[in-house]
């Protein structure tokens, strides 16, 4: 149904969402955001799903934004722009509000828009060889539609740490950022994923889903208004002159003008 996803349910309800791009490290494409969107629709409508465990296929767990979907934003025209950033952060937004647990099996490598989608997670438990970071400030862009779930998840003070200066951490960092909520070799991941989908299993769903939704209502306001912000914000870095240089420069396989020896 999904050409970037696939999705498995079990006999118990639960769901597990892989996204399907293994050769592209699992960025996310206009196609995957639409996906994405698409399939928090399906597992939030669908009575019986009781959890829904988010994860990538192969080495990746998701590399962020595809980068020739980036570029191809240098091209448009600002309400093309505005559309395309929106896309993502409707997505973003989708996944956060899910009516159902959503279990992060993060099994390698998240950076860019990859650590919004792990942010969305309620529970996320990687492996423990992944590395992630916020990376978009070296295209010079920055971590807009993703910033409201990945500062709702870290708190303002451990988000500073890494949200400006994209530099690479590992998974016990992470726990560190409470990004992640465990660490384990990968070989244990599906277990550790099992203790963490099986309590769930024997709670009211209808429950599951207000108390939820209470935790959104009581914790940072992410509401209309802060996903436009956050879309002009986006909009904004890919209609200045650092973002076209940046990603110009990764295509070219050469440094950005800004970039300094260290």
Same mark, same amino acid.
């Given at each position: 149904m999904f050409e970037t996803l696939t999705v498995e349910t079990d006999t118990r309800g639960v769901a597990t969402l892989s996204m399907n *791009? %293994?050769?592209?490290?699992?960025?996310?494409?206009?196609?995957?955001i639409a996906d994405l969107a698409a399939a928090a629709a399906q597992l939030g409508a669908d009575d019986a799903v009781r959890v829904v465990v988010l994860t990538g296929i192969g080495k990746s767990f998701c590399a962020g934004g595809d980068l020739a979907w980036m570029k191809d934003q240098m091209q448009v025209d600002p309400r093309t722009r505005a559309r395309e950033a929106g896309g993502l952060a409707r997505a973003l937004q989708a996944l956060n509000t899910l009516p159902k647990p959503v279990i992060g099996a993060i099994q390698g490598n998240a950076f860019g828009g990859g650590i919004g989608l792990v942010?969305?997670?309620?529970?996320?438990?990687?492996?423990?060889?992944? =590395?992630? #970071?916020?990376?978009?400030?070296?295209? #010079?862009?920055?971590?807009?539609?993703?910033? %409201? $779930? @990945?500062?709702? *998840?870290?708190? &303002? !003070?451990?988000?500073?740490r890494v949200f400006m200066s994209?530099?690479?951490?590992?998974?016990?960092?992470? @726990? =560190?950022?409470?990004?992640? !909520? #465990?660490? @384990?070799?990968?070989?244990?991941?599906?277990?550790?994923? &099992?203790? &963490? @989908?099986? %309590? $769930?299993?024997?709670?009211? %769903?209808?429950?599951?889903?207000?108390a939820k939704a209470l935790t959104r209502r009581l914790g940072p306001v992410i509401d209309d208004a802060t996903i436009e912000h956050t879309i002009g914000e986006l909009v904004a870095r890919w209609e200045g002159d650092e973002a076209p240089e940046g990603i110009d420069a990764f295509f070219a396989k050469r440094k950005p003008v800004w970039q300094r020896e260290s």
């Open positions: *791009r %293994p050769d592209k490290h699992n960025a996310m494409s206009a196609q995957m942010s969305i997670c309620d529970v996320a438990i990687g492996a423990d060889h992944l =590395k992630m #970071g916020l990376t978009e400030t070296r295209l #010079g862009l920055i971590p807009a539609t993703i910033g %409201p $779930y @990945v500062i709702a *998840r870290m708190g &303002e !003070a451990k988000a500073r994209a530099r690479l951490f590992g998974a016990e960092e992470a @726990v =560190k950022l409470d990004l992640l !909520a #465990g660490i @384990v070799p990968a070989e244990q991941l599906a277990d550790a994923i &099992e203790a &963490e @989908v099986v %309590p $769930y299993l024997s709670c009211a %769903p209808g429950a599951v889903a207000a």
